[in-house]
């Protein structure tokens, strides 16, 4: 069974256009996230949830929006897409107080804007 | 300036070499510090974690931590091909597990 899942895998796409990935982790965490991955690996956190509600929000443009609807998922949704957005996104989860450090990565959702 | 400093690599050693990867920081608010591993075109994977300053070991892998030259690395014994991937490393000032990340290392171990 697979703990972080992303949707979809690619996803390629014109400017403009506006677009959703999904998350949904099944390790019962309560705690989610959104990192961006740019073409040289960096890894910068956007977004983080706890139990539904926000927790961190990075200096994201606003056309960045996330939307937990239970603890278990946590989708992005990006409007209005530039060619600066094509990165890899990817979603993680981990438990709130725990401090092992364990926050557990999706596969990733590499978005190619045109 | 980034909080978190990593040289990018590439690192190519020989298999079976001992392999130095390192991060410097700048704010010593940092508390935890963890190693991360991604293989191409997957998502990170925590291979070590640490709190005190100090060595940890795990296996082929050892974590170590100096708080006061902000300092931290990861030694990787016996390197072996299969180690070939990103090495990310991570920190967190201790709340809300808001990490911040190296831009990591790319490692090449050569059969």
């Known amino acids: 069974d697979t703990a972080v899942s992303q949707t979809p895998k690619y996803l390629v796409t014109q400017m403009g256009n506006d677009k959703s990935i999904k998350c949904e982790q099944n390790l019962g965490h309560d705690t989610m996230y959104w990192y961006k991955q740019d073409s040289k690996k960096f890894l910068k956190i956007m977004f983080s949830y706890n139990n539904k509600e926000l927790i961190i929000n990075e200096t994201v443009p606003n056309r960045f929006s996330p939307k937990s609807p239970d603890k278990a998922h946590l989708n992005l949704h990006i409007n209005s897409l530039e060619l600066g957005d094509s990165a890899v996104y990817f979603c993680?989860?981990?438990?709130?107080?725990?401090?092992?450090?364990?926050?557990?990565f999706g596969p990733g959702t590499r978005l190619t804007v045109l | 300036q980034k909080e978190v400093e990593q040289d990018p690599g590439p690192l190519s050693v020989p298999e079976g070499a001992i392999v130095s990867l390192n991060c410097t920081y700048s704010?010593?608010?940092?508390?935890?510090f963890m190693w991360y591993r991604q293989y191409s075109r997957k998502g990170p994977e925590l291979l070590m974690y640490t709190y005190s300053s100090g060595n940890k070991e795990d296996g082929r892998f050892t974590a170590q931590v100096d708080k006061s030259s902000k300092y931290i690395s990861l030694f990787i014994r016996d390197s072996q091909p299969s180690d070939s991937a990103t090495y990310l490393c991570?920190?967190?000032?201790?709340?809300?597990?808001?990490?911040?990340f190296g831009s990591g290392t790319k490692l090449n171990v050569k059969p």
């Open positions: 993680a989860s981990s438990q709130e107080g725990r401090r092992e450090g364990r926050s557990f």
């Open positions: 704010n010593s608010a940092f508390q935890y």
């Open positions: 991570a920190m967190e000032k201790g709340n809300f597990n808001k990490f911040y």
